[in-house]
């Protein structure tokens, strides 16, 4: 009879300070951003493309997203608190796009560890053309923990 209680007492302890089955990175990872794949506007079948000194700023965004980088995939965080997210994209000082990506949210529970997350179902984007020719939803749900392209860019 001790050694049942001693071991369900062991028993309970391993339950109790084991990990839950999402480890924290799970939960801080950068699953609300929608992700946009480059692709030549000139070209007559989808052909990946690279930009040169992609710069991307996020409107109402304290810090920049992109600084001079070479990119062929974009990852652009959504606003939680808005149905829309604003961004401007450059490749130099004089050539610029702004961006505007509108969405419905609603709340799904992930795990006891992570709590709720967003789910996003994107409607609508809107853009200027310097650099972009035409936009293209490829994949309208932005989903905890998918990381599939959602947005088609099709640049000059």
Request: aromatic share 10%; net charge negative.
């Amino acid at each position: 009879m001790k050694f049942l209680t001693g071991l369900s007492a062991l028993c309970l302890m391993v339950l109790l300070l084991s990990p839950g089955c999402e480890g924290e990175e799970a939960c801080l990872s950068n699953q609300h951003a929608v992700q946009a794949r480059l692709y030549s506007a000139w070209s007559t079948s989808d052909k990946d493309s690279t930009l040169e000194n992609v710069s991307l700023i996020g409107i109402d965004m304290s810090d920049s997203i992109y600084r001079k980088q070479r990119l062929s995939e974009l990852f652009m965080p959504l606003n939680f608190e808005s149905d829309t997210s604003t961004f401007v994209l450059g490749v130099s000082e004089t050539l610029k796009d702004t961006l505007s990506i509108v969405y419905s949210k609603e709340l799904d529970f992930i795990s006891r560890d992570c709590g709720y997350v967003f789910t996003f179902d994107l409607d609508t984007i809107i853009h200027s053309r310097s650099i972009i020719d035409s936009v293209s939803i490829a994949y309208p749900i932005v989903k905890y923990g998918e990381s599939t392209a959602n947005i088609k860019l099709y640049i000059y």
